[in-house]
T-cell receptor
């Protein structure tokens, strides 16, 4: 059973658009949710970290968790060409948090 | 800003050879991890390490793999006898705490096994 599902895209938007990226997960015990950004041939870069349900905002980025439907989202406002990357959701594999399970990533392209 | 560093950036080796991938985690971090990403696939967990011992390992991390923290700054991943399917990007990560908190990743080492 796949634990984290993410639409790989690609997703292409014009500069300034609002982008919505989504993941679903299977294990309701997950408590922490992370979004990473990965540029081509680079390491994942931590963008957002949220705990439990609700929203968390950081500049143009908003992470949203809906535990009832096991759905996590990342919204990007006023998207920029520099936002073009692959966005990965990640969830701890266990309560100890000693391992992360990643989604396959959604590739975003923002055109100027 | 402190960051995780990895060397080399690209390693080419022959099948059956041993390779050692090196990482310098962020200096005050206590937990260390290795992940790998085969081209076009998910980032996959290999192993976590704390207090000089393995905390958790995945099914991928078999007897061909080992990790070591030989001194106060380096963290290494050794593959004893490389196989073609070991070709991947290998990422080191570190965190100050565990419990699902932020893991910071290095830029990766691209391993090519011929």
């Amino acid at each position: 059973q796949k634990e984290v599902e993410q639409d790989p895209g690609p997703l292409s938007v014009p500069e300034g658009a609002i982008v919505s990226l989504n993941c679903t997960y299977s294990n309701s015990a997950f408590q922490y949710f992370m979004w990473y950004r990965q540029y081509s041939r680079k390491g994942p870069e931590l963008l957002m970290y949220t705990y439990s349900s609700g929203n968390k905002e950081d500049g143009r980025f908003t992470a949203q968790v809906d535990k009832s439907s096991k759905y996590i989202s990342l919204f990007i406002r006023d998207s920029q060409p520099s936002d073009s990357a692959t966005y990965l959701c990640a969830i701890p594999a266990n309560q100890a948090g000693t391992a992360l399970i990643f989604g396959k990533g959604t590739t975003l392209s923002v055109s100027s | 800003e402190p960051e995780v560093t990895q060397t080399p950036s690209h390693q080419v080796t022959q099948m059956g050879q041993e390779v050692i991938l090196r990482c310098v985690p962020i200096s005050n971090h206590l937990y260390f991890y290795w992940y790998r990403q085969i081209l076009g696939q998910k980032v996959e967990f290999l192993v976590s390490f704390y207090n000089n011992e393995i905390s958790e390992k995945s099914e991928i991390f078999d007897d061909q793999f080992s990790v070591e923290r030989p001194d106060g700054s380096n963290f290494t991943l050794k593959i004893r006898s490389t196989k073609l399917e070991d070709s991947a990007m290998y990422f080191c990560a570190s965190s100050f705490r565990t419990g699902g908190t932020e893991q910071f990743f290095g830029p990766g080492t691209r391993l090519t096994v011929l």
